[in-house]
Each structure stands twice: as C-alpha cells, then as structure tokens.
T-cell receptor, first 116, second 113 residues
C-alpha cells in the first residue's frame, strides 16, 4: 500500500513568488493534516481536513497560505506571495476517520521549501 | 494549554546499549494520545509507537517501548539494543480532542559503533 506522498520534494523560490505544495494521502484516509517545521523550531500544526472540509485551520500563520482539498482526495497548500520566513519543511499526514486521539497519523516525506 | 517538552536536544548511546529519550507533557484533557516519531536524515517522519491515555499497560513495539507515567505526565521512549540505523531525530507528540498534534522540539540520537 502506498504511503503519503508529497510533491515536490524540494522547492527553491524567490521572495514574492508563489509555490504550491501537493499532498496525496493514503487511500481511504479522510483525515489530512498539514504541518511545518521552520528551521530550528518545532513542528507546528497548520490545518486539518476531514474529507474536503476544513476542520481546523487555527495553525495557518496568515492569509498568504491557502489550503484546499477538492473532492476530498489530494490537498494543495499554496503560499502567495512567499516570504523568507516561510522557508522550512512542510509535512502532510493522513489518518483514518475515528475517535480523536486514537488513530495514528502517517506522515509524508515532506517538502523542503527555501525562499531566497 | 497543551504542551510537549523534550529536554534533551542530543543524546549519544553505544551500539547495542539501551537508551531512554525523555518526554513530558501537559494537558488538562483526560483523553489524549502520545506518539513517538523518528525522522532520519532523509527527512520523512516514521511512526514508532502509540500510547493512549486510558491504556493500562505500557506500549511496546519490537525494540521500542514507551514508559508511560501518567501521574508524572511523562512518556519516555526506550530503545533497547541500539543499532547504528537508530541514529535520527526523535519527536514526541501528543494528540487530544482537538484533532491536531503537538510536537516536542525533538532529540537527536547518535548511536556510536
């Protein structure tokens, strides 16, 4: 069974440009999460989808970040315009729909974003 | 507020020995889950072990075991018989009723031959 996949694995862009990250969850996983790890800091939650609906987006840093999950399958995270402080590793995770705190989140390999 | 603390930024262990990675947490929610993830140099996050707040026994998965002390709010990871391939970053994480997950700062484990 394929795991969570993310594309691209690396992205180097200039400040002010737009970047779109993609996450394909494990097939059948209704929960999809985005996290990011900014250099030297801990991994932080960004948002949570249940199918195509945003369950919780309290971790989104500002309105330059837009996440979508049309059709409840893959998700995209767009950063527009990108700023230097957006550099870091963006992780996607998915899990089955179940009781909170019970199901395990499976993480993708991450997208390393560098904004110059 | 929910909080996860890993106080060891780096740890060294000799190959074949056991090592304990510390994790403490703080929450007022009675229902939560505790996770450990491994992040090798390749970058992906690998799930290792899970402990539910209502679980009576400590979780074990192969060479990994979780020393869960609920009253002390600690969930230390014990790796027995360390291998060179265990060298990586290790993250403790907690998940509660809000569905998101909070991570500790991580501990970098280096296994010496």
């Amino acid at each position: 069974e394929a795991g969570v996949t993310q594309f691209p694995s690396h992205s180097v862009i200039e400040k002010g440009q737009t970047v779109t990250l993609r996450c394909d969850p494990i097939s059948g996983h209704d929960n999809l999460y985005w996290y990011r790890r900014v250099m030297g800091k801990e991994i932080k939650f960004l948002l949570h989808f249940v199918k195509e609906s945003k369950q919780d987006e309290s971790g989104m840093p500002n309105n330059r970040f837009l996440a979508e999950r049309t059709g409840g399958t893959y998700s995209t995270l767009k950063v527009q315009p990108a700023e230097l402080e957006d550099s870091g590793v963006y992780f996607c995770a998915s899990s089955l729909l179940g009781l909170a705190g019970v199901e395990t989140q499976y993480f993708g390999p991450g997208t390393r974003l560098l904004v110059l | 507020a929910q909080k996860i603390t890993q106080t060891q930024p780096g740890m060294f262990v000799q190959e074949k020995e056991a090592v304990t990675l510390d994790c403490t947490y703080d929450t007022s929610d009675p229902s939560y889950g505790l996770f450990w993830y491994k992040q090798p140099s390749s970058g992906e996050m690998i799930f290792l072990i899970y402990q539910g707040s209502y679980d009576q026994q400590n979780a074990t998965e192969g060479r990994y075991s979780l020393n869960f002390q609920k009253a002390r709010k600690s969930a230390n990871l014990v790796i027995s018989a360390s291998q060179l391939g265990d060298s990586a970053m290790y993250f403790c994480a907690m998940r509660w009723s809000r569905n998101d997950m909070r991570f500790g700062a991580g501990t970098r484990l280096t296994v010496k031959p």
